[in-house]
């Protein structure tokens, strides 16, 4: 079984509309949890952390259930400019291991 | 704005060429990490410093890969020789490392073809 694992999508919503992606995690070790967003042909950003109590940042909602090693990540109000790939990822001791990501393609 | 930079941005190259990768982290930084990033497999890990000691490269083909960081502004990454599955996007990227924080900070990545 793969350490993170994410559907890969793609996801393909209308602008306004709200989109969730999930992310399971395999060690129950890990120690604590990103989203990180890559836009086609560059290099990944982080998005945000995703603290156990769940957190917010504008229009972007993450959760982390540590009981079901789940991790989520919700949008509301897409915009044309969040269409890329969102990956999940786990950090446990000095490294960090990214999920292979869930693709979102927002249209007009 | 800092900045990692990463050379060669593209590198097309024979298989059993030997091809060099470097890396320049942001002033400040004490980590160092190299992943590999295809289609197949998403991003992977090869190798990480910390303070330019090597912690960990088991994800590295050893035979013919190696990471160095002979000073704090350079980290390399070396194919040797180098094999058409090679093929992939090379990322370097740094952090300062406290616990539990999560942000690295990727350069735009070497994208390697070996034909």
């Known amino acids: 079984r793969k350490e993170v694992e994410q559907d890969p999508g793609p996801f393909n919503v209308p602008e306004g509309a709200t989109v969730a992606f999930n992310c399971t995690y395999s060690?129950?070790?890990?120690?604590?949890f990103f989203w990180y967003r890559q836009d086609c042909r560059k290099e990944p950003k982080l998005l945000m952390s995703?603290?156990?109590s769940g957190n917010e940042d504008g229009r972007f909602t993450a959760q982390l259930n540590r009981a079901s090693q789940y991790i989520s990540l919700l949008i509301r109000d897409s915009k044309l400019s969040d269409s890329a790939t969102y990956l999940c990822v786990v950090r446990r001791y000095s490294t960090l291991t990214f999920g292979k990501g869930t693709m979102l393609l927002v249209s007009p | 704005d800092a900045r990692v930079t990463q050379t060669p941005r593209d590198k097309v190259t024979e298989m059993g060429q030997e091809v060099t990768m470097r890396c320049q982290p942001i002033l400040g930084h004490n980590t160092v990490f190299w992943y590999r990033q295809t289609m197949k497999q998403g991003l992977e890990l090869l190798a990480y410093f910390r303070n330019r000691a090597p912690l960990d490269d088991s994800g590295m083909p050893k035979d013919r890969f190696s990471a160095e960081m002979p000073d704090a502004t350079l980290a390399t990454l070396k194919i040797q020789p180098s094999e058409p599955r090679d093929s992939a996007v090379y990322f370097c990227?740094?952090?300062?490392?406290?616990?539990?924080?999560?942000?690295?900070?990727f350069g735009e990545g070497s994208r390697l073809t070996v034909l």
């Open positions: 990227a740094s952090g300062l490392w406290l616990e539990n924080t999560g942000e690295l900070f």
């Open positions: 995703v603290y156990s």
């Open positions: 060690n129950s070790a890990s120690q604590s």
